[in-house]
């Protein structure tokens, strides 16, 4: 290249400060004769024996070739050099040699010899080397050389020489491209190679050469996946561009099922929100296609190239992760794509060239697949500090995932002007990609008219104009808007686009738009030529549509026009008067003026510029360019059968594991990627629990949904959703059993861990299908299904205790053998009617009143005493509020106990004690009942007190369950259905149950609630819901209660209560009393 | 010119280093493989990547570059590799090479080009071996008109400068892993002890490496360290403007704020500055409106603050942006997200390493809207 003359002289003075004899100024030579004299110098310098004068002229002649300076006449001192002892000399030689040996090739053959030398020499280096500027001298008499040379290289025993062979493929093809069939062959060799080093550049080489002869892959296929993350960097991106083209024609499209729901989607993306909704339909349409076609099983193949580049996300180098992200964008199932998005936006970070790139593609992703990047919106934002570019990108990356519905002021207000344009466009394209934010971005857009800047309100007139032009039925107010504008706005190219609006919507508004006109008229001569033909425009339409009013104002203009200064106008004054104005001559063009001037116009298309790229593979140079590069291969749709996949079958299986034994004996200790290293069975079963345990949770989950969608009905619209996925995860399921039954990997792990799979995600994650959003409901899921077993569970420690009430103290509540209610509630009955309240009354509705007894003091740490105690279910007599509780003494020892009273008690604030009245003395083995009152403000939190005798003191505490506190209302249908009414979100809490077969019938049913809770039951029309009402004790609010029965045996549990707690937990203590 | 069928790499004006790409591939290959050579002859060659020094030693330009590519394939582009194939210019070398006649470039091929590891040389000696860290955090940041933090986010890396004789095998384990949100890994980096264990288990190249890049998400609550009280007013009729700024601490953890620099581009309408700063040295470019005010430390009791006047075209209307502030400081000794380095180990060679772990927070991006 040209070097500036400053910088050549100064490097002529510093160049050969050592050889002041030989340090002429190289560029300085204008005159010939001291030219010629350098090229002498530098001549005898070559000449000499001494290796440092070597070295100098070597390095000004390459500094020569830098700069653009023609040095061929030195090729026969040069080439005498190429086989110099000195290695520094000959790597300068060899840059000479390659840079000029096309151009004398004759004189080139010289050098051949020594190169064939360094062919066979022990040193490897020394070896690579004369390969790699053999095959760089552009000779063509020495192809069968260079043949001969690579084919020999390829069995090398170093992988480096190997490697160097890869390289020179390439080169040969470009010199001689009839070598292609013995290149192929070598190319068939080095594919073979279990090196990484040879890995990535065989595969480069391929690329060159023989990209169609996709099947030389099949051998090696499962061998480059498993190799693929120890290759180097930039092996890496050339291996997985070739699998991304190998997979696609070899494996059946993932997203085969979903394709249909794609369409739709993307359809309604584009159209309008009518469509949108209409979408929604035909997707449950599709959905209910899809079962009919056959399922889709994965290829084992498939996966494992999926599950190996997934780490290499991770990588530090953007080449590679864009590498596999677009890998994961063509080939993967759609609810896999969204781990790349976390990969990309990080290369957001980076330097703004590579931002640029990325960003390119964020678009067209997120065109394609929308709300991938969502999460991810801050890292969109822009800074005042970004490129143009990357503003404008950030964007339109923004409007197309929908984000950018409000019109940022700060982005309005930058002052890189192109970005505010582009800007106001993008929010034009939201608009008329997303119907449900078309008035808000209207709005916003409106606000712009206002704003000092011309462009700003410019483009927001001209996105304005072309947004109303699509839907003209409804923008009525919207004109109006802007024609109150008119006195405002002083843009010109904004006052002539709103004239146009109105000129051609002029029907929409008839009464403002002759006074537009008549204003305009006014004004008519002080206007900018751009707007005075606006008026003419204007006023010829109103003219046709509207002459009674109009006639004498168009007269006026038209006049007013004709005698303008710029001829422009003129012109058109007079072709408009021409057409409009019936005259004698004219008659014909003006019958059709109508038709002329107010056609329909079609409405512009407001299209992102990314969207007709998604036919360039991403990260390719010709997505980037948008047009198709030299050399750029289309990636191959999915074929639609895929072809027999045991081609990639190795014959013999045994290698992958004895190399790997001697790759891991040459290895020093375990390494990075060991296991990943270990083609084969070793890497199998290392990496399948967890693909396992994947395909396990989903069929958790799939069974899950099948439950608990046939328990609703209600649940219609995800339903049809499920299915889609059902059917999805039916498929990886079978896949994952495939997998399993052929590897025979040791089962377990995932059915127990099942349900921890979920909230575990982050490190199952790599394999997991779900997006996050399927993610959270398989969590959901997950946690419904921790309730039976715990319902489960439950059951058996109450039957012991049912054996062995005296020894076993049950945890929760239980019903008690009837002759005990019987008695009991008989005492508390009689006791309560001396006192009767209305109250009593529905409490007499509750067909079973009281809970089995529960243990207060045991009688061997009572020393005798033994105390139960009972929810008797009946008002306490002295204060509404309390729960009355039966102490029931039996003393088993043999001497009485005497002075059985209440002591001092420690209370949590708020509730309180009515004691009972002090027992004197109790014999042995009698037993006693007293009654005492606790109010429990609400809460289920235990009352702690003590229990005093003469001798000792006892601490006990009653906690309650949550149905004793509360108290039985009676009320009818309609005034439930009322009160209901009132507590409704917050305060209502739905859980869906299944009732075993055994709780089917009425009577069941109600006596298992009421059991539970004190509530009383509300008569009620249908046969197959119940409801149940009470008041809490303390705050007397309504608890209501209703069951709703299906046949089936689902059922809907509603609470509604103002206590939240108390709902929830009612909620819950029902559900387990009805599905024991 | 270095002129290859795939990537043709020109060094020349305008950028030192600007490339010409004439045939399908991914573009992202060719940008980080420019990076990569930036990066080789800003820091192991020549200590700058700029004209003047390319020009000046073309000579180790051309044989590095020969070495990096092949035909316009990456070759050799780790750094240890390289080093040892081309031995960067010194001054001593230079002396040492001119009197005994010996060269920069190695005759031996890199063991670490045929090893597992080839990202390290073998036969490394140290006599005194340590291990250095640097927990480098960047907050990236805009924070709006009022005050209040529209996003923020943190970026780290992991620098390391590891000099250890033989073949070492580290471990390095957080006290808090569960905070790195992304993270990219140098490829000495075992994948899959860090996707098990959460800890980091490498064979370090050998000299300055970067280990780790991470990212702390913004879903995390970052503390903003600094706060800047602004008051920047145009007025429509008159030709002057008001300025203010100051700058405070703000959730420190008791560290200094050093290094503190505050930069803005000033609308196309301001044609002068008049400001006194309490400290630290300003200047304002009439060309390109850039004022930019070297504060220094901030010290807690004297806040820092820059006032004055600034004179407006006249006759020009108020521009309609306030101009954006952008921040710089640095604070030692912490690492804003709370990341921990528990302990670094070192299996596979008997000696004990010299170990030292540094953190350090800086301002990336961060950028006040006025």
Same mark, same amino acid.
């Given at each position: 290249?040209?070097?500036?003359? &400053?910088?050549?002289?100064d490097k002529?003075g510093?160049?050969?400060p050592?050889?002041?004899?030989y ?12 030219d #010629? ?16 004068l070597? =070295? ?13 300076k ?9 080439v ?9 000399v000959?790597?300068?030689v #060899? ?26 020499d ?16 552009r ?6 050389i ?8 390829a069995?090398?025993?170093?992988? #480096? ?11 040969? #093809?470009?010199?001689d491209?009839?070598? $292609? ?8 060799k ?8 040879? &890995?990535? !550049?065989?595969?480069? @080489? ?58 739709n989607?993307?359809?309604a993306?584009?159209g309008s ?5 209409k /979408?929604?339909?035909?997707e ?7 079962p009919?076609r $056959? ?7 498939h ?39 976390k ?14 790139v990325?960003?390119?593609n ?32 950030k ?7 929908g %984000? ?21 466009q ?18 916003g ?7 000092r ?31 109150k504008?008119?006195?405002?706005i ?17 029907e ?12 305009m008229a006014k ?28 006639k ?16 422009d106008?003129?012109?058109r ?7 409009i104005v019936? !005259? ?6 003006s ?5 002329l %001037? ?32 030299? /050399? ?14 045991s ?8 290698w ?20 990943? /290293?270990?083609?084969?069975p070793?890497e199998?079963?290392?990496?399948d ?15 899950g949904?099948g ?21 999805? !995860? ?5 896949d994952?059993?495939?997998? $399993? ?8 792990k995932?059915e127990?861990?099942s349900?921890?799979e ?21 969590l ?23 054996l062995d009430l ?21 005492? @508390?009955?009689l ?18 009143s ?25 008002p306490?007599s002295?204060d509404?509020?309390?729960?009355s ?6 003393n ?14 420690k =209370? ?21 009942? @007293? ?15 003590q229990?005093c005798?003469?001798?000792r003191q006892?601490?006990?505490s ?5 149905g ?6 009676f ?7 009322k009160?209901?009414?009132? =507590?409704?979100g ?9 009732l ?27 046969s ?13 609010? =309504? ?8 046949? @089936?045996?689902?059922a ?11 709902g929830?937990m ?7 009393a009805?599905?024991? | ?22 045939h ?14 930036w ?12 004209e +003047?020094v ?7 330009v051309y ?7 092949d035909?316009?394939? +990456?070759?050799?582009?780790?750094s ?7 031995? +960067?210019?010194?001054?001593l ?9 010996s ?38 940041a ?14 780290g ?10 073949m +070492?095998?580290?471990?390095l384990?957080?006290?808090?892993p ?22 980091l ?26 706060y800047?009280k602004?008051?920047?007013?145009f ?7 008001r300025f ?37 040295t ?5 060309v ?14 004297k ?20 101009p ?8 030692q ?8 380095v ?11 390493p ?13 950028q006040?809207?006025?």
């Amino acid at each position: 290249m040209s070097a500036a003359p &400053a910088y050549s002289e100064d490097k002529g003075g510093s160049a050969g400060p050592g050889e002041p004899e030989y340090g002429h100024d190289p560029a300085s030579g204008g005159i010939f004769s001291s030219d #010629y004299k350098r090229h002498d110098d530098l001549k005898e310098m070559l000449d000499t024996n001494k290796d440092s004068l070597k =070295l100098e002229a070597m390095k000004r002649i390459v500094a020569m070739i830098a700069r653009g300076k023609n040095a061929s006449d030195l090729f026969p001192a040069v080439v005498k050099n190429v086989a110099c002892k000195n290695i520094e000399v000959k790597k300068l030689v #060899y840059v000479y040699l390659v840079r000029y040996a096309e151009e004398q090739q004759d004189l080139a053959l010289l050098s051949i010899s020594t190169f064939q030398r360094g062919l066979k020499d022990p040193n490897q280096l020394i070896r690579a080397s004369a390969l790699r500027v053999l095959s760089s001298i552009r000779v063509p008499i020495i192809v069968p050389i260079m043949m001969l040379a690579i084919k020999e290289a390829a069995s090398d025993m170093s992988p #480096y020489v190997r490697k160097t062979a890869a390289h020179a493929i390439p080169k040969l #093809y470009s010199l001689d491209s009839d070598q $292609k069939d013995q290149l192929i062959e070598v190319i068939e060799k080095l594919l073979a190679d279990k090196t990484t080093l040879v &890995a990535g !550049s065989v595969v480069m @080489a391929f690329e060159e050469v023989c990209p169609e002869r996709i099947d030389l892959i099949h051998k090696n296929y499962r061998k480059l996946c498993n190799l693929l993350i120890d290759v180097e960097e930039w092996g890496q991106v050339v291996i997985i561009s070739m699998l991304t083209r190998y997979a696609r024609t070899q494996f059946l499209s993932p997203t085969q099922n979903e394709s249909l729901l794609e369409e739709n989607a993307e359809k309604a993306f584009y159209g309008s929100e009518e469509e949108e909704a209409k /979408g929604a339909g035909s997707e449950d349409a599709a959905a209910a296609a899809l079962p009919a076609r $056959k399922p889709y099983v994965m290829d084992p193949d498939h996966r494992l190239l999926l599950r190996n580049t997934k780490p290499l996300l991770q990588s530090r180098s953007a080449a590679v992760v864009m590498a596999v992200a677009q890998l994961y964008f063509h080939l993967a199932p759609k609810a896999e794509v969204g781990v790349i998005a976390k990969a990309l936006v990080r290369l957001l970070r980076s330097h703004s060239e590579v931002q640029y790139v990325v960003l390119q593609n964020v678009a067209t992703m997120s065109i394609k697949r929308r709300g991938m990047f969502e999460p991810y919106l801050k890292s969109f934002y822009i800074r005042s500090t970004d490129p143009t570019q990357i503003k404008i990108l950030k964007v339109t990356c923004r409007v197309t995932e929908g %984000f950018l519905c409000h019109i940022p002021q700060t982005y309005i207000r930058s002052m890189d002007k192109d970005f505010v344009a582009a800007t106001i466009q993008a929010i034009g394209r939201c608009a008329t990609n997303i119907g449900r934010v078309r008035d808000t971005c209207l709005n916003g857009l409106v606000q712009l008219l206002s704003n000092r800047d011309e462009l700003v309100v410019a483009e927001s007139v001209v996105v304005i104009k072309k947004l109303l032009q699509m839907q003209p039925a409804q923008h009525g107010e919207i004109i109006k808007h802007l024609a109150k504008l008119t006195d405002n706005i002083q843009v010109p190219m904004a006052r002539a686009s709103i004239l146009w609006l109105i000129g051609e919507y002029c029907e929409h508004v008839p009464r403002i738009a002759p006074d537009v006109l008549r204003k305009m008229a006014k004004s008519f001569t002080t206007e900018e030529d751009i707007v005075k033909l606006q008026v003419i425009n204007l006023a010829a339409k109103l003219y046709l549509t509207n002459s009674k009013q109009t006639k004498l104002l168009t007269q006026y203009v038209l006049s007013l026009a004709k005698y303008d200064q710029n001829y422009d106008i003129r012109d058109r004054a007079r072709f408009t008067r021409q057409l409009i104005v019936p !005259s004698e001559q004219g008659g014909a063009l003006s019958r059709h003026a109508k038709k002329l %001037f107010l056609a329909p116009k079609p409405a512009p298309v407001l299209e992102s510029s990314f969207k007709d790229r998604d036919h360039f593979q991403l990260g390719s140079l010709s997505h980037l360019l948008n047009a198709k590069a030299t /050399g750029y291969q289309e990636l191959p749709d999915w074929p639609e059968e895929a072809p027999d996949p045991s081609v990639r079958n190795v014959e013999v299986p045994e290698w992958t594991k004895c190399s790997n034994r001697e790759k891991r004996k040459e290895k020093e200790k375990p390494f990075y990627s060991d296991s990943e /290293g270990e083609s084969g069975p070793t890497e199998s079963a290392d990496s399948d629990p967890e693909s396992e345990s994947e395909s396990d949770s989903k069929s958790s989950s799939e069974s899950g949904s099948g439950e608990s969608s046939s328990e609703s009905d209600n649940e219609d619209q995800d339903e049809d959703e499920e299915k889609v996925r059902g059917s999805e !995860s039916e498929q990886s399921e079978e896949d994952g059993e495939k997998r $399993k039954t052929k590897k025979k990997v040791p089962e377990g792990k995932g059915e127990a861990s099942s349900s921890d799979e979920g909230s575990d995600s982050s490190s199952s994650s790599s394999e997991s299908e779900m997006t996050s959003e399927s993610e959270e409901e398989q969590l959901e899921r997950a946690s419904w299904r921790k309730t039976p077993p715990s319902s489960k569970s439950a059951p058996a420690p109450k039957e012991i205790s049912l054996l062995d009430l005296e020894d076993f103290n049950p945890p929760s509540v239980q019903p008690v053998s009837p002759p005990a209610i019987v008695s009991t509630s008989l005492a @508390a009955d009689l006791e309560g009617l001396t006192l009767t309240d209305s109250t009593l009354v529905p409490s007499l509705l509750s067909p079973v009143s009281g809970v089995g007894r529960q243990e207060l003091l045991h009688r061997v740490a009572g020393e005798g005493l033994a105390v139960d105690y009972t929810f008797s279910r009946q008002p306490f007599s002295g204060d509404p509020h309390m729960v009355s509780v039966h102490i029931h003494f039996s003393n088993s020892s043999d001497t009485p106990i005497k002075g059985l009273h209440l002591g001092t008690s420690k =209370l949590p604030a708020g509730i309180s004690i009515q004691e009972f009245p002090e027992i004197e003395s109790l014999a042995p083995g009698e037993s006693a009942t @007293a009654v005492m009152g606790i109010n429990f403000c609400d809460s289920t939190q235990a009352a702690n007190f003590q229990l005093c005798t003469q001798t000792r003191q006892f601490y006990v505490s009653i906690q309650p369950p949550v149905g004793e506190l509360m108290a039985p209302v009676f009320m009818s249908e309609n005034e439930f259905k009322k009160e209901q009414g009132k =507590l409704m979100g917050m305060n209502e809490i739905t859980e869906k149950l299944m009732l075993p077969d055994t709780c089917r019938s009425d009577h069941i049913v109600v006596q298992k609630v009421t059991t539970t809770a004190n509530l009383g039951r509300v008569p009620c029309g249908t046969s197959d819901e119940y409801r149940f009402a009470g008041r809490t004790l303390t705050s007397g609010s =309504l608890v209501l209660l209703t069951l709703d029965a299906r046949p @089936a045996g689902a059922a809907q549990l509603t609470v509604n209560s103002e206590k939240m707690v108390i709902g929830t937990m009612l909620v819950k203590d029902v559900i387990q009393a009805l599905t024991q | 010119m270095i002129h290859r069928q795939k990537i043709g790499l020109q060094l020349s004006y305008p950028s030192p280093l600007s490339l010409k790409c004439y045939h399908e591939g991914p573009p992202l290959f060719v940008i980080e493989f420019l990076h990569r050579v930036w990066t080789h002859f800003r820091f192991d060659y020549f200590g700058v990547c700029s004209e +003047p020094v390319i020009k000046d030693n073309v000579v180790v330009v051309y044989e590095v570059l020969e070495e990096m590519l092949d035909n316009g394939f +990456p070759l050799a582009t780790e750094s240890n590799i390289l080093k040892e194939l081309i031995k +960067p210019p010194t001054i001593l070398r230079t002396v040492v090479n001119t009197i005994t006649g010996s060269t920069n470039v190695g005759d031996q091929l890199p063991t670490g080009q045929l090893s597992v590891v080839p990202w390290r040389r073998t036969g490394v000696k140290y006599t005194n071996n340590e291990a250095y860290f640097d927990v480098i955090e960047e907050i990236d940041a805009i924070i709006d008109k009022s005050g209040s933090t529209i996003t923020a986010e943190i970026q780290g890396v992991i620098d390391a400068c590891v000099k250890l004789t033989g073949m +070492p095998d580290l471990t390095l384990s957080f006290m808090n892993p569960r905070l790195l949100d992304d993270v990219s890994f140098h490829p000495c980096v075992r994948f899959k002890r860090w996707e098990s264990e959460r800890i980091l288990s490498f064979i370090p190249p050998d000299g300055n490496f970067r280990l780790l890049s991470y990212h702390v998400s913004a879903q995390n609550l970052v503390a903003i360290p600094v706060y800047v009280k602004h008051n920047i007013s145009f007025r429509d009729s008159s030709s002057l403007g008001r300025f203010e700024i100051t700058v405070g601490p703000k959730q420190t953890m008791g560290k200094t704020i050093e290094g503190v620099t505050v930069t803005s581009q000033m609308p196309k309408g301001v044609l002068n500055m008049s400001l006194t700063p309490s400290q630290g040295t300003h200047t304002f470019d009439p060309v390109t409106k850039m004022l930019s005010w070297d504060v220094g430390k901030i010290n807690p009791q004297k806040l820092p603050s820059l006032k004055g006047t600034m004179s407006l075209q006249a006759g020009a209307s108020k521009p309609d942006e306030n101009p954006t502030i952008n921040l710089q400081f640095k604070i030692q000794q912490l690492a804003i997200s709370g990341l921990k380095v528990n302990r670094l180990d070192m299996y596979g060679e008997k000696y004990k390493p010299f170990k030292g772990i540094k953190y350090m927070t800086k301002a990336g991006k961060f950028q006040v809207r006025t």
